[in-house]
């Protein structure tokens, strides 16, 4: 078969151009809004005088209940080009995954064929979405946008985001390493996420979890373009403790296993008690009497915690209160 046949046929194979919308989660992003809008505004230009996207693609904004002059500059941006620019306010902040998620839903609503979800700093590289859209092109439904080094993060942070993979693999959920939330998915992937009713979502092993034909794009993770980071060590630790929660009971397991140890060690200090009272030195054992009254009290802290933040998040899902609320859609 001669080269040409083989492009000919490769063109023939892919999907027709889809309407696609950027989907951009913003929590105090007033430094860092107006560069990204420019950089993204530019890179769906390109797009579009290359015919990879629908001419009626766009961008979409949504305010997470932001403290500062997020919501004006997006308005801004809407009256500046209506056709590009669209914008989402929640009433309330309710975090990145919810205000991920709603943006989500917003263009489902709005019958587009394809998203593409990534932050509002620019450290996402823009020029990625071109293979993202050529592996949907080529029939992919989700294309995860994985970064192929970690040279911008402190050693800390690198260390930590290893061992937080290592452990979900450990723990049997699936996920993606060194990947956060740039990602496209299909309007077939949108349809089957939104059949998710749980409050407490957690994206990077939601989407996994959906199926589907998958591709991976490999791209250098940059420094952000303005402002400080929305994730300091608090945050970072609370999504972990999320996705833990969220998609393994392993943990509530573990507490048998503590227990088992408990008993064990229960029963060593027996016996070493017995023995020091028969060989009058039982004063001897006080020291580690009380070493073991510590650890099994650490044990049995331990394990109420991890217990009450399954049953936490029980409480929060019978209620069945909705994951935000949107104050307005321009």
């Not at 009380?290 to 998040?313: D, N, P, Q, R």
Request: aromatic content about 10%; overall charge negative.
């Amino acid at each position: 078969m001669s080269n040409e046949q083989k492009t000919s046929d490769t063109c023939a194979e892919l999907r027709e151009a889809p309407t696609m919308a950027f989907v951009i989660p913003c929590y105090n992003e007033e430094a860092a809004l107006q560069a990204t809008a420019n950089a993204l505004k530019s890179k769906l230009q390109a797009l579009k005088d290359a015919n990879q996207i629908a001419s009626d693609s766009s961008i979409v904004f949504v305010d997470d209940g932001s403290s500062d002059k997020t919501w004006e500059v997006i308005s801004s941006l809407h009256d500046e080009s209506s056709d590009i620019f669209h914008g989402v306010k929640l009433a309330h902040n309710r975090g990145h995954q919810n205000a991920l998620f709603a943006g989500l839903m917003c263009a489902l609503e709005s019958n587009v064929d394809a998203v593409i979800s990534m932050d509002a700093d620019l450290q996402d590289d823009p020029n990625a979405v071109d293979e993202m859209i050529l592996a949907y092109r080529q029939g992919a439904e989700i294309v995860y946008g994985v970064r192929d080094n970690r040279d911008t993060d402190t050693a800390f942070k690198r260390g930590t985001a290893h061992a937080f993979y290592s452990m979900m693999k450990w723990l049997g959920t699936e996920t993606v390493p060194d990947h956060a939330d740039y990602r496209l998915m299909s309007r077939v992937a949108l349809q089957a996420l939104s059949q998710y009713r749980e409050s407490n979502l957690f994206l990077r092993g939601l989407v996994p979890s959906l199926g589907f034909k998958t591709a991976k794009v490999f791209y250098k993770r940059g420094v952000r373009v303005a402002g400080e980071s929305k994730y300091p060590l608090k945050k970072m630790i609370s999504f972990a403790v999320e996705g833990v929660t969220s998609f393994s009971t392993k943990p509530l397991t573990m507490i048998t296993g503590l227990g088992i140890f408990s008993v064990f060690v229960g029963i060593i200090m027996l016996i070493y008690t017995l023995v020091s009272v028969f060989s009058g030195h039982a004063v001897a054992g006080w020291g580690s009497m009380m070493c073991s009254m510590w650890i099994l009290g650490g044990f049995i802290l331990l394990s109420l915690g991890i217990t009450g933040e399954y049953i936490a998040k029980i409480y929060i899902e019978v209620k069945e209160r909705p994951r935000y609320i949107v104050e307005k859609r321009i």
